[in-house]
């Protein structure tokens, strides 16, 4: 038993708290016998403190614990996952779920809601309509039985601890934090009974650590935690500093998705290249391929031959998802669109600001009563390198609430920067590995 206000006083005074401290923390949360203040006090404490290696792996072990913990190997395949640091149109575990699954290898993704200005796979998930992120051990079995993967959210069941702790950094500016995020996403990795997680650790101005110090610091500290907890793990490092592909936003994302996994050839080429290095990385790891060849060709055939395409729609399906209707409900928007004020070519298109765009729009959270709206989101029409004529749709806006394009139109434009010369542009979205 300790008293709440010194383990914060602790914290926030620079010392280390024991994993007995912390995991009774973590615990009387998720009972509900710590207030919301004091867990928002406890989280800027750590944010501005940092935690240490023994803390991480306590934190993260608290959290791990704090609901039921899943058992998959009974089903005979390897079992796999990806999880991304967050970033801006990135709709990347909506293809690879499908291409992996599709590769034999289980996929039982448990995953978040949008964190500050980044998207959440779970918001572009339940856009389509009926769709449910939430069922029982048994139901969940049956999913990994009969399409071979399932994509959930956080519940009351399965690790609380991340759902109430994610609610309250994506409100107070207590995401960017490598014992947090490290934590948050690991816990909910490790509840998955995984032989294999590949990490996209995020790096750029649409990234919580916008440096590639940062990034690699919180890459050591993931693998230090993931093996001291027995999790294999690869991370990958790829840029963050443009939106991925052209949609950005919760419906508008899984349409990209649906199109890039129907036609290979027309997929963007930033989110063809970063899903197939992903995946490979998936069943390498696993077991699932014995090189990276055998992989990449395995990943395509299933890609080009459209059957990764049909696993996204029997998942969509398996899930309570209804795909027509929704396409059709969506359709009859109407886009605000913000047209070029010169010529030139575009240098940048920041993603950070493009994601403070679609929040203003409705895509994310400003507080945590707000309801997310699926409708909300951008269609970049240009990107950068290409050339646009003063005049010249750049992006489409939707929004369910026509106030609030004004506003996000004024957000996006202060997203881009002209150049009379073609800018020099990285060849590749992938930084290096680790
Ligand atoms: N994704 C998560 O699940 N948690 C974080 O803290 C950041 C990204």
Not at 103 to 109: A, F, G, R, S, Y
Not at 166 to 179: M, N, Q
Not at 392 to 408: G, R, V
Not at 415 to 424: C, D, G, H, M
């Amino acid at each position: 038993m300790f008293i709440t206000a010194e383990l914060l006083r602790k914290k926030r005074d620079g010392g280390e708290l024991s994993p007995e401290e912390v995991s009774w923390f973590v615990a009387q949360s998720v009972r509900g016998n710590i207030t919301e203040a004091q867990i928002a006090a406890f989280l800027m404490a750590v944010c501005i403190r940092g935690l240490s290696l023994r803390e991480t792996v306590a934190l993260t072990q608290a959290m791990r614990d704090s609901g039921i913990r899943f058992s998959w190997h009974h089903l005979g395949k390897p079992i796999a996952d990806k999880h991304s640091t967050g970033g801006v149109g990135d709709k990347i575990s909506l293809l690879l779920v499908p291409l992996v699954s599709a590769c034999n290898i289980l996929v039982p993704m448990i995953s978040g809601r949008a964190l500050g200005h980044t998207g959440g796979t779970i918001d572009k998930w339940e856009s389509i309509h009926g769709l449910r992120t939430s069922f029982s051990l048994s139901e969940l079995e049956q999913l990994l039985r009969q399409v071979g993967a399932f994509i959930i959210g956080q519940s009351e069941e399965i690790v609380p601890a991340d759902r109430l702790f994610y609610r309250l950094r994506d409100v107070t500016a207590t995401v960017e934090s490598i014992g947090l995020i490290t934590a948050s996403i690991l816990s909910k990795k490790l509840v998955e009974d995984l032989d294999a997680l590949v990490m996209d650790i995020k790096v750029g101005s649409g990234a919580f650590l916008p440096t590639l110090d940062a990034a690699q610091e919180l890459a050591h500290t993931m693998r230090s935690v993931a093996a001291e907890l027995g999790l294999p793990l690869r991370v990958l490092f790829s840029r963050m500093e443009s939106p991925l592909g052209f949609a950005v936003g919760n419906w508008w994302e899984i349409w990209e998705a649906e199109q890039a996994l129907r036609d290979y050839a027309t997929a963007p080429s930033d989110v063809r290249e970063l899903t197939e290095a992903l995946a490979v990385e998936m069943l390498l790891l696993s077991g699932g391929a014995d090189s990276p060849q055998q992989a990449l060709q395995l990943i395509r055939s299933v890609w080009q031959s459209g059957t990764a395409w049909e696993r996204f729609h029997a998942l969509v399906r398996a899930q309570g998802g209804r795909w027509e209707e929704s396409s059709e409900a969506y359709k009859s928007l109407h886009p605000f669109y913000l047209s070029a004020w010169e010529d030139g070519y575009l240098a940048t298109v920041d993603a950070r600001t493009v994601g403070m765009a679609a929040l203003l729009l409705g895509a994310g959270r400003k507080t945590q009563h707000d309801t997310v709206d699926p409708a909300a989101g951008i269609l970049l029409y240009k990107k950068p390198g290409d050339f646009v004529r003063r005049g010249e749709a750049l992006a489409a806006l939707f929004s369910s609430t026509p106030a609030s394009f004004p506003p996000a139109a004024e957000m996006l434009r202060k997203a881009y920067q002209f150049s009379p010369e073609p800018p020099t542009l990285p060849s590749s979205p992938i930084l290096g590995f680790l």
